[in-house]
């Protein structure tokens, strides 16, 4: 059965330190990749996705995040932190043609600490 | 270019009663998932509609329920409300749907609290 975990209920981060928050993903066949941010009392917003082609994938807000396959993980990932970017992300799955339901992570709640 | 709408955004019932939620799409997107989000068991996928026809469905039972009219704007039924089905629901709309590479653009949600 396909399923994506996020192994860190919450990350705390130093503001201007890198951060990093994870996301395994277990599908048979080539999935596609997605991450999300929620922010209180707000609905999810796109940040990234990766379909193929180069594993470092940019988004929004100066996030990017590497597709490796044979980890199978699709980590999140920023150089320098922000206090803003304080908030619930979200790792999400797809494989193409099989089933065709999206399945999200738990999510993991990011502290960026000033 | 107007983002996903659901209305409303706060919701009180109370057991037993029945609830209708709504969801206006992105314009032209006629793709729309419904998601049921809860601290115990994140984020759940209810179902999906394309072009007026349930493409997919979670597991939810049967008093959940929805549909989709032909300006693609959904509505999501629960009926014989339980004190589980407090929650945010949440809307995403989609140019082509889940079987895409195309991202999910999320409402606000509704947040439904039952007594």
């Known amino acids: 059965a396909q399923s994506v975990a996020q192994p860190e209920d919450q990350v705390n981060v130093a503001e201007g330190n890198p951060l990093t928050v994870k996301c395994t993903y277990s599908?048979?066949?080539?999935?596609?990749l997605f991450w999300y941010v929620q922010y209180p009392n707000r609905g999810l917003q796109f940040l990234l996705k990766y379909i193929t082609g180069d594993n470092l994938v940019k988004g929004s807000y100066g996030f990017e995040a590497e597709f490796n396959k044979s980890q199978t993980s699709f980590h999140l990932k920023k150089p320098s932190a922000l206090v803003s970017d304080s908030a619930l992300y979200f790792c999400a799955v797809r494989v193409p043609n099989r089933d065709d339901k999206i399945i999200f992570g738990k999510g993991t709640r990011l502290h960026i600490l000033p | 270019k107007a983002g996903v709408t659901q209305t409303p955004r706060y919701l009180i019932k109370t057991r037993g009663q029945q609830v209708t939620l709504s969801c206006s799409p992105i314009s032209g997107h006629r793709s729309v998932s419904w998601y049921q989000q809860t601290p115990g068991q994140g984020l759940q996928f209810l179902f999906e509609y394309f072009s007026e026809t349930q493409r997919n469905k979670g597991n939810f039972p049967g008093r959940f329920s929805g549909r989709q009219f032909s300006n693609s704007r959904s509505e999501m039924n629960v009926s014989t409300l339980e004190l589980g089905d407090s929650a945010l629901y949440l809307c995403?709309?989609?140019?082509?749907?889940?079987?895409?590479?195309?991202?999910?653009?999320f409402g606000d949600g509704t947040r439904l609290s039952i007594l």
């Open positions: 599908v048979s066949g080539n999935p596609y």
């Open positions: 995403a709309s989609s140019l082509a749907g889940q079987n895409s590479n195309q991202p999910q653009h």
